[in-house]
């Protein structure tokens, strides 16, 4: 069985990714000023979540926070760069964490880290 002390080590593994999904997303495209919202929202979840990290309800209400935003963003946007926030945003309000149930959130964190890495690229793509 895993520890909470696991459950959040694998919590900052889950921000490091979501940051790293969002890597150089932002280039010469129309939609450059969302490239870079979007941008700034994984910064500010990385560090909150990294803040937060000890306090499990923190940091799973950071994840809520950056799925609602991303959604948000993605509200003012249209076509493909809609699409990739909607596809981040989803896989961000996806993970779910159960103190209780640490082994069912490190069974979950690999589905998890799949699908936004993939989000994260579809994002990259968009914003090239």
Same mark, same amino acid.
């Given at each position: 069985?895993?520890?909470?002390?696991?459950?959040?080590?694998?919590?900052?593994?889950?921000?490091?990714?979501? =940051?790293?999904?969002?890597?150089?997303?932002?280039?010469?495209?129309?939609?450059?000023?969302?490239?870079?919202?979007?941008?700034?929202?994984?910064?500010?979840?990385?560090?909150?979540?990294?803040?937060?990290?000890?306090? =499990?309800?923190?940091?799973?209400?950071?994840?809520?926070?950056?799925?609602?935003?991303?959604?948000?963003?993605?509200?003012?946007? %249209?076509?493909?760069?809609?699409?990739?926030?909607?596809?981040?945003?989803?896989?961000?309000?996806?993970?779910?964490? %159960?103190?209780?149930?640490?082994?069912?959130?490190?069974?979950?964190?690999?589905?998890?880290?799949?699908?936004?890495?993939?989000?994260?690229?579809?994002?990259?793509?968009?914003?090239?």
């Amino acid at each position: 069985m895993l520890s909470v002390l696991s459950s959040r080590r694998i919590a900052v593994t889950v921000a490091g990714a979501a =940051l790293i999904s969002m890597t150089a997303a932002c280039g010469g495209s129309a939609n450059a000023e969302a490239c870079a919202s979007a941008t700034k929202l994984m910064t500010d979840y990385t560090s909150a979540a990294a803040a937060n990290v000890t306090d =499990l309800e923190k940091y799973k209400a950071a994840n809520q926070k950056l799925s609602e935003d991303l959604k948000a963003l993605a509200g003012t946007t %249209d076509g493909d760069l809609a699409t990739a926030l909607n596809d981040l945003s989803t896989s961000m309000g996806g993970l779910k964490i %159960d103190e209780k149930d640490p082994a069912a959130f490190a069974a979950a964190v690999p589905e998890f880290t799949k699908k936004l890495t993939e989000a994260g690229a579809k994002l990259q793509t968009t914003c090239a």
